[in-house]
């Protein structure tokens, strides 16, 4: 987050002033409790949303000023992050308990979001409780995903476009105790996977990426429905288990994919997209396909314009809804097709950070990444197919402007990080 120096306002200044200066950055909206306004007038930060615990942004910047360094600055809360991913986890569990799913829920955060080397270190360290896997897009993604040390119960979703190379490694992954899901999105990914895992031998997991007749609401809604990009027709996907069963690979079949299009305004219409959802994999279970995951992707809102309204940069519900509808929707088809309830995979991007400019194209290039790439191929494969995952990104000054904040959280004997 650049942090440009807040306008000063007299410490005197009346409480209605501090309101008027929030309400005019609308603080409120987007803030979350983590983002206020402090006595002072100053942008303040709460990580742990501890009050008392707040760092002074205006103070953490003049400081750096006054030891010689000069703006601007990206001042990082990686504790924001903790508590993000941490309150997700906590909505389906409540979900889980609340209408007795069957299942358990796992989040993959998806790499193109946000490709930060700190933020996703950051993000696999603190989702190791919860078996917080990653979802990557290409075959850089896959290799910083694998030189990351995912929790055991955690999944690596491959999506997006398919070569020799990038199978391989999924295919490979095996190999340092990761579990990779190969997501197809069309009949010719299904050929081509099944061709190289029977002339190496293996029996990767499979999923299948499924167009849902229902589309989400809101600017993203034409990236789903029957003209979606992504994911395979009903039809397709019907000739694809056919496959599957054909080349005695149906135990491998251990995901079915969708994903409603991000930003979800309308909870009425998520609804109706699970409700499909889950009578497609409701089907293909009883069709003979052990299918251990429903992905779900993403979908949940943000609300950009602090409305809490079905408008475009809004969303009417709480992410507690989301979750629930998630979690009863799914648990109410499979009671009713008599079909054992799936584990949930999300990959949500709402509730951790993405960037605020273009997605990077390229990942920082990561030494341990490129001994992955030697292990598991061999250099000469290496040599032919670099990798240079984000040569060149320049890390502009990184200060670590809350070193007062966490003085003072060491003192109230909270768990501090070597963070950012
Ligand atoms: C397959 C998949 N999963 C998850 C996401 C993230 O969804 P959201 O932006 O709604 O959090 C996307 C976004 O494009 C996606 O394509």
């Known amino acids: 987050m650049a942090i440009a120096p807040q306008p000063s306002v007299d410490s005197t200044a009346e409480p209605s002033t501090i309101e008027r200066v929030s309400r005019i950055y609308g603080l409120d909206n987007w803030g979350f409790g983590y983002f206020g306004v402090n006595e002072s007038g100053h942008l303040s930060v709460t990580p742990h949303k501890i009050p008392g615990l707040a760092v002074d942004v205006y103070e953490a910047v003049r400081d750096q000023v006054r030891d010689q360094l000069s703006p601007p600055f990206l001042l990082r809360f990686p504790q924001i992050l903790d508590e993000r991913l941490a309150s997700l986890h906590q909505a389906f569990a409540t979900a889980i ?79 340092l105790g990761r579990r990779a899901v190969i997501v197809v999105e069309d009949l010719q990914d299904l050929h081509m996977t099944l061709k190289l895992a029977g002339a190496q031998g293996l029996l990767p997991p499979i999923g299948l990426r499924v167009k849902l007749g229902a589309r989400g609401s809101g600017k993203w809604e034409d990236s789903c429905g029957e003209f979606a990009k992504f994911g395979m027709s009903t039809i397709a996907l019907v000739r694809a288990l056919d496959l599957i069963k054909e080349s005695g690979a149906a135990s491998q079949l251990t995901m079915l994919h969708f994903h409603i299009g991000s930003q979800v305004n309308d ?25 251990a995951y429903l ?7 943000v609300d950009y314009d602090g409305s809490r309204t079905a408008s475009e940069f809004s969303m009417n519900y709480s992410v507690q809804e989301f979750a629930n509808d998630i979690v009863y929707t799914l648990g109410e088809v499979c009671a009713s097709e008599d079909v054992s309830a799936p584990t949930i995979v999300t990959g949500l991007r709402h509730r951790v950070p993405e ?8 990942l920082r290039r990561l030494a341990h990444g490129q001994r992955v ?8 494969i290496r040599q032919r197919h670099r990798l240079h995952a984000g040569r060149g990104l320049r890390q502009r000054g990184c200060v670590r402007a809350h070193h007062r904040y966490r003085a003072r959280a060491g003192d109230g004997g909270l768990p501090l990080d070597a963070g950012h």
């Open 97 to 175: 308990a609340e209408f007795d799913y069957g299942g358990r829920h796992i989040g993959a955060y998806p790499v193109k979001v946000n490709q930060r080397p700190e933020v996703l270190r950051r993000l696999v360290k603190s989702g190791q409780r919860y078996d917080y896997g990653l979802e990557v897009g290409s075959k850089a993604e896959l290799v910083a995903a694998l030189s990351m040390p995912l929790a055991e119960g955690s999944l690596i979703t491959c999506n997006g476009l398919k070569d020799d190379l990038y199978l391989r490694l999924a295919m490979a992954a095996a190999k």
């Open 373 to 380: 790439l030697d292990e598991l191929l061999g250099a000469g």
């Open 355 to 362: 960037r605020g400019g273009r997605p990077r194209r390229r």
């Open 295 to 301: 992905n779900v992707g993403g979908g949940l809102g």
């Open 267 to 291: 909870i009425r219409r998520a609804k109706q997209a699970f409700k499909e959802a889950a009578r497609v994999y409701a089907k293909a279970r009883k069709a003979g396909f052990d299918i």
